[in-house]
């Protein structure tokens, strides 16, 4: 398959997407700014797995869905108040588009519209995403989404974080790439994902490289010895104290989840 095939930009609603679902894990992005894509996935190892096809990339511009002559998207808030908000009568027949050829059970297939008041985006959702056949995920602007169509179409909320971004692209790409990354063959080394952060409920212990020694500062001796059983162990402490000191939240939780006998 040739990737302009996988990487369409689909500017006019006309140009149906295929009615079989995609071959490989993608992402259908709708948006007001599909030039945004892929971005910073375009680049080192998810560019190139991109390149082979291990994901794929549908933007569907949100434009040509807009209303009359000048394409309108949105209109200003119900109630008053600043800002404009994207129409409902837009934004649904995008979202119907996007959802051409993909599976209507949302565990194979989640639609996702980015949002600070979203569930906040976590290394096990991102697995859940990845386990699926891919994700459609709305990227919102201005002062967001009519209501009507987040519920009409059960949208799941998704935050990247207690702040709020002026675009949802930024954060789709954000939840894209830790979610391909997790895909069979996309990181170099598959262990490198099972041993980082968050994979066990904790923070990761310290990375050293070479020099042995820099401004003076050695790399802790136990890395040295070769002892494969010493430099578990130490990891591990590290990874408790880290966890411990920087992230209580997250410390507490590993503790209930041992106490659990998990
Ligand atoms: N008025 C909204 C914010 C709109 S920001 C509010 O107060 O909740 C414009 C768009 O940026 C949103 O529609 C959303 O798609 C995106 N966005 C902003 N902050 C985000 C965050 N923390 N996580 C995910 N998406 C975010």
């Known amino acids: 398959m040739s990737i302009a095939g996988r990487v369409s930009t689909l500017r006019r609603p006309r140009d149906l997407m295929e009615e079989r679902p995609p071959a490989a894990w993608t992402a259908r992005i709708v948006t007001l700014f599909p030039e945004a894509f892929p971005g910073i996935l375009g680049l080192s190892l998810t560019g190139k797995a991109r390149d ?78 990845a386990g699926a056949e891919g994700m459609t995920i709305l990227c919102g602007r201005f002062e967001g989404v009519d209501e009507r169509v987040l519920d009409h179409y059960a949208i799941e909320e998704v935050s990247i974080g207690d702040f709020v971004l002026t675009g949802g692209e ?71 104290e880290i966890t411990r000191t920087r992230r209580p939240d997250l410390w507490d939780a590993h503790i209930a989840k041992q106490k659990k006998g998990d």
């Open 52 to 129: 082979q096809g291990l994901w794929g990339l549908d933007t569907i511009d949100l434009r040509p869905f807009g209303l009359g002559k000048h394409k309108n998207v949105d209109d200003t808030p119900a109630g008053g108040g600043a800002g404009m908000v994207l129409r409902a009568d837009v934004v649904g027949p995008a979202l119907d588009h996007a959802a051409l050829g993909t599976p209507e059970d949302r565990t194979r297939w989640p639609v996702v519209y980015m949002s600070p008041r979203g569930k906040p985006f976590t290394q096990a959702m991102a697995q859940r995403f």
């Open 170 to 240: 930024l954060a789709a790409q954000i939840v894209i790439d830790a979610t391909i990354r997790l895909l069979p063959g996309v990181l170099g080394n598959q262990a490198s994902t099972e041993e980082e952060s968050f994979s066990h409920g904790l923070l990761e212990h310290p990375q050293y490289t070479r020099p042995a020694e820099w401004q003076g500062r050695a790399i802790p001796e136990v890395l040295m010895s070769g002892h494969h059983g010493r430099i578990e162990a130490w990891r591990r402490a590290q990874s408790e």
